[in-house]
């Protein structure tokens, strides 16, 4: 019923930025936090960043003063905006939503990612040095 589709990947030099979105279709009201996943070839999904409804964010050590994520309600849109890319960013991005937004808290964010319940299918981010 919630369908999520990433767009904005490709290719980019290093040192380059891109700008991922999100959006969100079907029963969008129960969306509660949205976050963005990477997973490299060979390597587990790994969170990049997360944002509650209320705003509230967290991001990988890795990413931190480089990538920044926002969301506009009213759009039903998660951005992810990546700058100083670098090689080891390349991955598939992937977006990520968390429901039941009646009964947690606004400025809540997932522990884990088996609290995710709606997945994107992946735009991959190809960083070249």
């Known amino acids: 019923q919630v369908q999520l589709v990433e767009s904005g990947g490709g290719l980019v030099q290093a040192g380059g930025s891109l700008r991922l979105s999100c959006v969100v279709s079907?029963?969008?009201?129960?969306?509660?936090?949205m976050g963005w996943y990477r997973q490299a070839v060979g390597k587990a999904r790994e969170l990049v960043a997360a944002?509650?409804?209320?705003?509230?964010?967290n991001y990988a050590d890795s990413v931190k003063g480089r990538f920044t994520i926002s969301r506009d309600n009213a759009k039903n849109t998660v951005y992810l905006q990546m700058n100083s890319l670098k090689p080891e960013d390349t991955a598939v991005y992937h977006c990520?939503?968390?429901?039941?937004?009646?009964?947690?808290?606004?400025?809540?964010?997932?522990?884990?990612?088996?609290?995710?319940?709606?997945w994107g299918q992946g735009t991959q981010v190809t960083v070249s040095s």
């Open positions: 079907g029963s969008r009201s129960d969306i509660n936090a």
């Open positions: 990520a939503a968390d429901k039941d937004a009646y009964v947690k808290p606004r400025y809540y964010l997932p522990i884990s990612i088996d609290e995710y319940d709606y």
């Open positions: 944002i509650a409804r209320g705003g509230r964010t």
